[in-house]
């Protein structure tokens, strides 16, 4: 039975942390932003994580420092109001390995700037939203993980409705304190659908002879929240017709493994946002059997997709009493 555990400075295959050196392949996923290197030991079938594909891991993902102050990472380009005010990190004036006192310090200071009984215009108020933005998105352990390794920012929404406020406030205003309020802080996402982990998808879900769907999401992504009732209604549709479970990008080892690669660059993304829906076919001893849903977010769709696409069951057309007059 495999069993998965991280082992910190496990850097290849002869480390004899690990038993079995001929059924064990280590490597590098990614560096934290806080400079931990995230080193993932597999003991195991060769058949469920073959070596061509951690070899690709390793290639894709093993980066080195090169000063205190720069990373080579690839998952900060952000299009939109990145490109105009920069990367959240660019907003704080702080490298990608800064602490969390680092992130605090540097908002401190720039926010002491701004009196609460003064009158800013419309530009203004948008680079202040926007050091807010950096700040609330950095200081959480959560958004700032899903937008250093999936460029996935989980604020948008809440950038864009302060942004709309203030600007039906007229063009000079007042900047009120907190600048705005998230949303997605504090709550977490509920379902009954199995929870999977690094330590349970090998013989949970590769080793099953039953089909499996499988949402990836986060708790703190607006999307995610607001699928949770269509999903809820894919687990009572599909219900003993495949097993059905869920991983939180919280087990980013697994969400790392999951994720599909930029063809350009390798570095990981979920092509149609959060969240991201794959299936694994009975039988799927290896990660290139895995499937992946682009179409509809909806009960009908993804279970109509599972049950023709994947399961092979025959379509069942339905048809209004007005179609069939």
Known sequence: MPSYELIPGCTSPQNKICSDDHAKICTILLPHPQLIDINLCVTGSWDLFPKQWWDRIELNFKRRMMDNHQILIGVLALAGLAAVYGSPYERLGLPLNATEDEIFAAYRQISSYWGTETLYNQSEIKQIIQIEHAYQLLSNNDTRRDYDYFN????????AQALKQYEEEGDMVEIRSPVFESTVFGKKIFSTANDLTMANFGELVMQSSDPWLI?????????SRRFSPTWDKIVELLEGVVRVGRL???QLELALILAERNWLNGYPFFRNGLPA???VPPSCSKLDCIKRYYGEKTADAVSDWMGSRLLKFPRIMYYSAQALV
């Open 277 to 279: 829906i794959i299936a």
């Open 215 to 223: 949402q990836i999401f986060s708790h703190v992504n607006p999307d």
């Open 152 to 159: 996935i920012d989980d604020l948008q929404e809440d950038v």
């Open 248 to 250: 939180e990008l919280s």
